[in-house]
């Protein structure tokens, strides 16, 4: 179920300058917090008898474009409304494109790269099977947090691909707001609070058996009670300790945490697209890099939580750095390494 650790997979955007990314930086601190976010984007309304005028800096440069999204769970809900609305570019989902043929979360199939080389595959087939020249992905990466082992952390990246301007752009977000979870149990009375964790029945779950030579059945999307205790008496009967695993379906149509998410990311990418690079006016300027090392409010000693942020261009080499966007100029002494040691 674990797809890898979601650390391990930041590390290859860095490698290709064409990549737009940013590391992780503590789940505690969000250095862009403040700036232009999905929170703080608001939908010009228009009114009647007044033609609003675009913000002279914004460039719609896809107004009017299509992108093939690749998806069979059901991601469009979350991703077509923002893009639409912030950048005029349509979302097309052909049918019938099978993405787990790149890797399920139950683990039939195996997920071969990084979330990232994923992404864009996905992104690619869509392309390929549309001859369209835009493409939309996202791959999402659910694991235990690497600094404390009990907060569930979601990893989840949006890559748009531009085969007209040779761009790929990529937009990510790390977030413990998820009900990634599992646990084990004969029947439903030893659930209950899992079922509350997990935002049963709203979240849907996936039961197998928990140990033992049968991998059978694998009941999947389960959201009523009456499947769910089916699924539990059958798997925990064929399971050699006589329990049934239950996680949680991290399909996005079956998990409204990851669409929220989701949703998150478009309005994030939907306004890194439709920023020019200062350079050379092509679209995707954003940030793509941090520079850690805010420096202790006692001592002054550089911490490791972020200074700088680094703004670049998906098309050029322009970079440009800027300060953190929540004003922060000193770190506390609890964060700093001489002064807490
Ligand atoms: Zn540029
Ligand atoms: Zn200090």
């Known amino acids: 179920m674990e797809r890898g650790a979601p650390w391990r997979d930041f590390r290859p955007l860095l490698r290709n300058d064409s990549l737009v990314s940013v590391s992780p930086p503590a789940l ?13 984007f608001k939908f ?6 007044r033609v609003l005028r675009k913000p002279s800096h914004y460039a719609r440069h896809y107004e009017g474009c299509t992108a093939v999204l690749c998806t069979k ?23 019938g494109m099978d993405t787990d043929i ?5 683990g039939e199939i195996e997920r071969v790269g990084t979330p990232l080389e994923v992404a864009i595959r996905k992104a690619r087939m869509g392309m390929e099977a549309t ?13 235990p947090d690497p600094r404390a082992p009990f907060i569930p952390v979601h990893h989840e990246l949006l890559v748009f691909v531009d085969d007209q301007r040779q761009l790929q752009v990529v937009e990510q977000v790390v977030t413990s707001r998820t009900n990634y979870g599992h646990s084990t149990a ?41 499947a769910l205790q089916e699924a539990l008496r059958e798997c925990a009967s064929v399971s050699a300790d006589g329990l049934a695993r239950v996680e949680t379906d991290m399909r ?4 409204p945490s990851r669409l929220a998410v989701l949703r998150r990311l478009a309005f994030r990418l939907g306004h890194r697209l439709r920023t020019p690079c200062p350079s050379c006016q092509s679209p995707g300027w954003g940030v793509v ?43 506390s002494a609890g964060d700093c390494p001489y002064c807490n040691p």
Not at 131 to 139: H, K, P, Q
């Open 252 to 255: 996005a149509h079956m998990n």
């Open 186 to 226: 004969a029947s439903l009375e030893d659930l209950a609070d899992f079922l509350d964790r997990a935002g049963f029945p709203s979240h849907a779950l996936v039961v197998r058996p928990n140990t033992g030579p049968e991998t059978q059945p694998l009941y999947k999307g389960l959201r009523a009670v009456g």
């Open 73 to 95: 769970h059901g991601k469009e809900a979350a991703i077509a409304p923002p893009l639409r609305a912030m950048l005029g570019l349509a979302v097309y989902v052909p049918a």
């Open 102 to 106: 790149l890797g399920t979360f139950t």
């Open 131 to 143: 001859g369209l020249s835009f493409g939309l992905a996202s791959e999402g990466s659910f694991g």
């Open 44 to 49: 010009r309304r228009q009114k009647a008898g």
């Open 289 to 331: 890099g941090v520079i850690k090392g805010l420096p202790c409010a006692e001592c002054g000693y550089p911490t490791e939580l972020v200074r700088e942020l680094v703004e670049g261009c998906p098309c050029c080499t322009f970079r440009r750095n800027r300060p953190r966007a929540d004003g922060r100029r000193t770190a």
């Open 28 to 40: 505690a601190e969000r250095p862009w917090k403040g700036s232009a976010g999905p929170g703080r």
